[in-house]
């Protein structure tokens, strides 16, 4: 019996999968070296970047006890029932990503709804305190998932952040300063849980995808090891592979304002998620996530004066906007081009997204 409101069941990690699957190799980089083995980390992630494509981070200081916390508050939120989970819904009207995502997009020609399920919580700052969804179930909760989101942050995004300007040859603070804490920003710890689908449904969708082969909208995508297996990269030779479970780690995806930042050097990850293997299938895929997504006043042109993409013949002066899309433009345009629509995969989501200038595909096949 419950002695408080904080007292929740506390999630249990499922069993790993016993089938042989293809595993993508991952680069992994070991934070415990940051901040003073700086310029070994630069190397590390120079390799991951560049010639592996694929990575993790290791050694965060954010303990394992912290993590199943933070999947059994999402879990608990995730089984209230559906009219409570429905009163601050995502707006995607207006490109809003932060509230309760239900699965309502029929998946392509499929015919099948989606079976995934989220919920989406700013940085909880004063500056966005607006935009935090007002549930009675998370207000015991605020302290603990603020102190979580702020030891990612700072523990992971931030030493990213500033690896990435090093990786560049620019001030270590270029992206660091401008994702601060405190600034507004899109980022949002998301707990999102996929409902396990009887075979003969899933057999209806294309290679049994319940998300389709796309990139990510932010800077990075963090997302703590996952047990139940779905995840696929497509790596460098043109094949989807599995995701590794790898405990204590956090997989790394780069995104869409990485790659426009860099002039598509850093390339965005092209991942997918399909059914679970069969010894996973019946299990729900509950996953904690942190995107980073640009800064509301985050101009998305190609970072300047960047030797590195200099000496690549990536920066062209003269080809710069004047008025580059704002991060909070571009990150709201994107979400109501994904997600404000009925049917997801179809003909006109899958042509791509333009906005003022900027060009992302948003189908990936092999």
Known sequence: MPTSVLDIPTWQRPAPTQEKLE???????????????????????????????????????ITDEEVVRQHSIGNAFLDLPLDEKRKHPCNFAEGNFFGFREGFRIMGNSGVKDNSEALCLPKIVPS??????AYDFLQPFKPEIESFQRKVHERVLDPLLRLFALLLELPEEYFAAAHAWDRPTEDHLRYMRYIPNPREVDEKLPDKQYLNGHTDFGIVTLLFAQVVQGLQILTGENEWKHVPYIPNSIVVNTADILSFATAGWLKSTIHRVIRPPEDQATVPRLGLFYFSRAAHDWPTGVVAPSPVLARLGLYDPSAQPTSPVSGLEFTRARVKHSWDRPVYGDDEFNKGFEFKGLSVKTHYEK
Do not use: C, M, Q
């Open 128 to 133: 966005l305190a607006h935009e935090f969804p």
């Open 23 to 61: 595993y993508a190799e991952l680069a992994r980089i070991d934070l415990s070296k940051w901040p003073e083995r700086k310029d070994e980390l630069v190397e590390d992630l120079r390799h991951a970047v560049t010639e592996v494509g694929f990575w993790l981070v290791e050694n965060t200081g």
